[in-house]
């Protein structure tokens, strides 16, 4: 399986910010994933970020608030843009091992927005 | 109707106890069915993984999928207090192409 890495481990932000979130990965893959999961709840897909092509968005997710890059294979960024406290969450990035099936998951970004 | 159901817990055992965990789901389409294991504050980690009907062992945990009932289980033997945390199903369909998971369960095992 792959090692994840994200940075910042956590942050409080204020209302009207925007933070990037780091995801590296010690192996190329083809596709990262973008999960958040609120507080007591499951994990719900962002957005899905291949290199050298747009990141295809959830439901319910826009790219004005959402911004993903990915330059190449080992590396993403997703912006949380504008922030509000409902936007206080952790946000894990994955990648895929086996077409998408099995995912591993990076240890996540715990955000609190005041 | 949801298309996944898992019972939040939480779910308090003694250790040594076995413990079984349970989904329940809606789209045929699933083909792919795993448990992840999320300790507090770290990200959720594939436990086990299986893509046809009955059982698949791994040491101390049974997979358990029952396709016609739409029904998984996970089944924990001999628990200990290091099993403790939240126990996610999730599913995976072709057609979707990502991965849908239930609520997740809290288990805490205590000596």
């Known amino acids: 399986s792959a090692v994840i890495s994200q940075k910042p481990s956590r942050d409080i932000c204020q209302r009207g910010t925007s933070l990037t979130i780091q995801c590296q990965v010690d192996s190329q893959v083809t596709m990262m994933f973008w999960y958040r999961q609120q507080p007591g709840q499951s994990l719900t897909l962002i957005a899905t970020?291949?290199?050298?092509?747009?990141?295809?968005?959830e439901s319910g997710f826009v790219i004005d608030k959402f911004p993903i890059s990915r330059p190449n294979l080992t590396f993403s960024t997703l912006t949380v843009s504008n922030m509000s406290p409902e936007d206080s969450s952790i946000y894990l990035c994955s990648v895929e091992a086996d077409g998408g099936s099995e995912q591993y998951f990076g240890p996540g970004t715990r955000l609190t927005v005041t | 109707q949801k298309e996944v159901e898992q019972d939040p817990g939480p779910l308090s055992v003694p250790e040594g106890a076995i413990v079984s965990l349970n989904c329940t789901y809606s789209?045929?389409?699933?083909?792919?069915f795993m448990w992840y294991r999320q300790y507090s504050r770290k990200g959720p980690e594939l436990l086990m993984y299986?893509?046809?009907?009955g059982n698949k062992e791994d040491g101390r945990f049974t997979a358990q999928v029952d396709k016609s009932s739409k029904y998984i289980s996970l089944f924990i033997r001999d628990s200990q207090p290091s099993d403790s945390a939240t126990y996610l199903c999730a599913f995976f369909s072709g057609g979707y192409n990502k991965l849908i998971f239930g609520a997740g369960t809290r288990l805490a095992v205590h000596p």
């Open positions: 789209n045929s389409a699933f083909q792919y």
């Open positions: 299986t893509y046809s009907s």
């Open positions: 970020a291949n290199q050298g092509s747009e990141a295809t968005y």
